[in-house]
């Protein structure tokens, strides 16, 4: 029998929301990562047994926010974002006229993707892996990106 993803968000949601917060200790993520936990077993539904649906879901938050914990070590999203809110905070009209000129130069030397996994990304807010399946790349894909964006930006600054 088929597993009810439905039915299963309803009934195990708080189980594993509480868990994902335990884990990551902050509520936007642990709500991003609970809701990760759910599109896991709705890709996979097919092939998981309807048994023991609180230890199953229990072990996917634990492994989906480990690995978000290991990732976020690995590579801090966070090191680059004062320059970007600096440009994009931008109040008086030569501030606003210089950040346009500094992003223009930018989105010359990138491909045009880039613009778009930037805007996703650092201004809708998407996680790497929504950015990832909207634009058709890998998460690392727009990892990479993003570096390569923020290396460019640097560069422009410091010139």
């Known amino acids: 029998m088929a597993i009810d993803v439905e039915a299963y968000y309803r009934r195990y949601g708080p189980q594993v929301l509480r868990r994902c917060r335990f884990l ?7 709500v991003d990562a609970m809701h990760d936990v759910f599109v896991q077993l709705l890709r996979y539904q097919g092939g998981l047994k309807n048994s023991a649906p609180s230890s199953l879901l229990h072990q996917i938050a634990t492994r989906v926010c480990l690995n978000r914990l290991r990732g976020a070590r690995r590579r801090p ?10 440009i994009a905070a931008a109040e008086d009209t030569e501030a606003r006229t210089a950040a346009r000129g500094l992003l223009d130069r930018l989105f010359g030397r990138v491909p045009a993707s880039s613009r778009d996994i930037a805007v996703l990304h650092l201004v809708d807010g ?3 892996e929504e950015t990832a399946r909207e634009v058709g790349l890998s998460v690392s894909g727009v990892r990479k990106r993003l570096r390569a964006l923020s290396s460019a930006l640097q560069e422009l600054e410091a010139a």
Do not use: F, N, S
């Open 24 to 30: 990551l200790r902050d509520e936007e993520k642990a």
């Open 77 to 86: 999203e966070d090191k680059d974002d004062e320059l970007v809110l600096r």
């Open 126 to 128: 998407m996680t790497l």
